[in-house]
């Protein structure tokens, strides 16, 4: 607009642009640092809440979970415990289901936080009535004994928009009967740390509007659009967990430890179908070293699990799965009520007894 004015017009305007000028720009220039230092400010507020998670969760609680080996059989397919726990984490707060053991014993394990411990517990035991459950005491699966070497592995699906399928009937077998085979005292674990997701049905809503709202003329790929956001709509329909499916060996070997985490890794990865296959994201290295024992979640290769996924790995076997893992610490034989006392009727006989 001003370039279409003439010269006079141009000129008595200038000083009344230049005094604009002058007052704009450190205004403009305030907003920006102002709304950069909000963002800064938010950052850093995000930083430190995670940061005081991180640390109540690593001066958490850690029990083993047992179940009597007369337990009935579970159907993975009808297990809500995600789906609850998964509502159960308002504060985005992690918690850890840990498989561990080697040659000599196996055991299942739960980790979270002090405050959390009993909240989450209560809901494994709405799952399973007869759940037994003890301190680990001297048994922290997640322990390295000084002079030991650890190495640990990361693995999650390759995509989060199709659904993960197992390809075995208990992928919990399968990663128990790696376990039993780690010669001792090289010790094996797997921790599944989830925490709520808020984030991932939004964006599989979105991918499916966009997919059905996408212009095409071949009914071939009219056909195939459909299809693919049908699939987003059903997988968008669950509850989600940001997970860190963290694998790991602890041994006096090096060798023996990559080895060993290597080979459980691969082997956990094998119970999943190749529709959406779980693949190794990550591995240790020198650069990136970890604390076991403080089951972190930021700074891993986060993914994200449907509920009815992440059960698949994570829940407590039955007594059919039990005879296949004879080193499964189990919990003790159901109690029964006292017997009552045995009262004779009045009108029994008595008999005497004379005593030689």
């Known amino acids: 607009m001003i370039a279409n004015l003439e010269p006079r017009q141009r000129h ?29 400010y938010q950052r850093y507020t995000i930083r430190q809440q995670r940061k005081i ?55 299942l394990a739960f980790h979270a936080s002090k405050t959390k411990t009993r909240s989450v517990l209560r809901e494994f035991f709405q799952e399973w009535p007869d759940m037994q459950r003890r301190t680990v005491g001297e048994e922290e699966p997640a322990f390295v004994p000084e002079g030991w070497f650890m190495h640990w592995v990361e693995v999650g699906p390759s995509s989060a928009d199709n659904p993960i399928i197992v390809s075995s009937r208990d992928p919990l077998l399968g990663v128990l009967s790696e376990i ?8 094996a674990l797997v921790q599944v740390i989830a925490r709520s997701d808020t984030t991932t049905r939004r964006q599989l809503g979105l991918k499916s509007v966009a997919v059905r709202s996408g212009e095409v003329k071949n009914a071939g790929v009219r056909y195939q659009r459909t299809k693919e956001a049908k699939t987003l709509e059903e ?6 967990l940001q997970a860190v499916i963290r694998v ?42 970890i604390k ?11 993914r994200s699990w449907a509920d009815n996924e992440i059960v698949t790995l994570a829940h407590l076997p039955g007594g059919d799965v039990l005879k296949y893992a004879p080193l499964l610490t189990t919990g003790s034989a159901k109690s029964l009520p006292a017997k009552p006392d045995l009262h004779l009727p009045m009108n029994a006989l008595g008999a005497c007894f004379e005593i030689m």
């Open 292 to 302: 076991l024992a403080a089951r972190s979640i930021e700074g891993g290769a986060i």
């Open 53 to 107: 998670i991180g640390q109540s969760v690593a001066e958490g609680e850690t029990w083993l979970l047992l179940r009597p080996k007369e337990a009935r059989p579970v159907d993975i397919d009808k297990v809500t415990l995600w789906k609850r726990l998964a509502y159960a984490q308002p504060t985005r707060e992690h918690f850890s289901f840990e498989l561990f053991g080697n040659s000599d014993k196996q055991g």
């Open 235 to 240: 997988r968008g329909s669950r509850l989600f």
């Open 12 to 40: 008595r305007l200038q000083p009344y642009l230049t005094r604009g000028v002058r007052i704009t720009v450190p205004v403009v220039g305030t907003l920006v640092v102002l709304i950069g230092s909000i963002k800064v």
């Open 180 to 187: 039993a085979d780690v010669p001792a005292p090289t010790r």
């Open 248 to 289: 790991a060996a602890i041994s006096p070997d090096p060798d023996r430890a990559k080895g060993s985490a290597v080979a459980l890794a691969n082997t956990l990865c094998n119970q999943f179908g190749p529709d959406n296959p779980i693949v190794i994201l990550a591995q240790a290295n020198p650069r990136k070293p």
